[in-house]
């Protein structure tokens, strides 16, 4: 296993209600890096963390917002989710910024 | 076009065979790739990683070709394990963010 843990693992809200989703970066990781993946389709960056402040953005909207602690662990939150946001939502740590990416168990979302 | 494409499969072969999976990028300026797997609802997995013209480990081969942008994956000798979906991963920075980005991924089906 990565070292890599996620929660919740599964979880159904309903549209417009708003949703936090938690990682535990592997021990010496400093960068947690965010995916959505659709079903049948690869992960899509959503942003990366480093020291605690966002390092690089994908395509989403600023209902998907993030926090990383001191600690390295990092939070994803979604606001006013929408029927699209349904998907299993990944967490990657790394040792740097260009360092290979481990990946967490996932979360997966259903939005009603 | 999308960034990374990959072959759409699925391949249904049977065991002992070989397979190879083939995948497009667009970005010229990418150095490293990286070929990943997913096994069905669980996260993906670096599987190899293709810094110059190639990569071989065991069953698996990889091979770049920079000028047409093109990578591909072979598994030799196939065993039942091997069933997954297989993910072309290339990474692209973003100023100091290295944001993986993957194609929709190729289903690999062992029979006996």
């Known amino acids: 296993e990565t070292g890599v843990t996620q929660s919740p693992t599964h979880l159904i809200k309903t549209r417009g209600q708003q949703v936090t989703l938690r990682c535990s970066s592997q021990s010496g990781h400093n960068t947690v890096s965010w995916y959505q993946q659709a079903l049948g389709q690869g992960p899509q960056f959503i942003f990366q963390y480093y020291r605690e402040e966002e390092n690089g953005r994908g395509n989403f909207p600023p209902r998907f917002s993030g926090l990383q602690f001191p600690n390295y662990s990092s939070e994803l939150n979604v606001n006013a989710l929408e029927l699209d946001d349904s998907a299993l939502y990944l967490c990657?740590?790394?040792?740097?910024?260009?360092?290979?990416?481990?990946f967490g168990p996932g979360t997966r979302l259903l939005v009603l | 076009r999308k960034e990374v494409e990959q072959d759409p499969g699925p391949f249904n072969v049977p065991e002992g065979a070989t397979v190879a999976f083939n995948c497009t990028y667009s970005?010229?300026?990418?150095?490293?790739f990286f070929w990943y797997r997913q096994d069905c609802r669980k996260e993906p997995k670096l599987l190899m990683s293709?810094?110059?013209s190639g990569n071989e480990d065991g069953r698996f081969t990889a091979q770049l070709n920079r000028a047409s942008q093109y990578i591909s994956l072979l598994i030799r000798d196939s065993k039942l394990s091997d069933s997954a979906t297989y993910l072309c991963?290339?990474?692209?920075?973003?100023?100091?963010?290295?944001?993986?980005?993957f194609g929709s991924g190729t289903q690999l089906t062992v029979l006996p």
């Open positions: 990657a740590s790394s040792q740097g910024l260009q360092e290979t990416q481990y």
């Open positions: 970005n010229s300026a990418s150095q490293s």
């Open positions: 991963v290339v990474p692209i920075s973003s100023g100091s963010a290295r944001q993986l980005t």
């Open positions: 293709v810094y110059s």
